[in-house]
């Protein structure tokens, strides 16, 4: 099976996410391509900047487990989506240790969780929202060992 190139995956995650929006009420593309970007920045490879482009494309409904099953994505690229899905009701300590046990998956959470923490994204926030945002983002980057 020929596998997407990033500009197909791109596209897709754009198109199976393209009637969402943020909290802020952005689309939701653009936490997409910050998160690619990012891990790009951060040295991710192929793989992982694949992953960065669907890695909410399952937990958003955007995208069924069935198609991820079939996907023309690598089994790396699959396994860190997978990983970076949290499930209903899943304690975030579940969530961290599946992160920390896939192969790439930790870099691709921290960008993801560097986009969401950014404070120019967050100031459009009420206070409460963002002070309980923030403190989420704090607790699991201490629960994955990334720095404060």
Do not use: F
């Amino acid at each position: 099976m020929k596998l997407l190139t990033l500009p197909e995956v791109e596209r897709l995650a754009r198109a199976a996410h393209a009637a969402q929006t943020d909290k802020a009420g952005r689309p939701y593309a653009e936490h997409l391509a910050a998160v690619a970007e990012g891990v790009r920045t951060r040295g991710g490879d192929p793989d992982q900047i694949a992953a960065a482009w669907l890695h909410d494309s399952v937990e958003d409904h955007a995208l069924t487990e069935e198609w991820l099953d079939t996907a023309a994505v690598s089994p790396r690229t699959r396994a860190i989506v997978r990983a970076l899905t949290k499930h209903p009701g899943e304690p975030p300590e579940a969530y961290a240790r599946r992160i920390l046990a896939t192969p790439g998956a930790l870099l691709v959470k921290e960008a993801d969780l560097a986009h969401n923490a950014d404070p120019g994204r967050l100031a459009v926030l009420d206070e409460d929202t963002r002070k309980r945002l923030t403190g989420k983002y704090a607790r699991m980057r201490a629960l994955l060992g990334l720095p404060a």
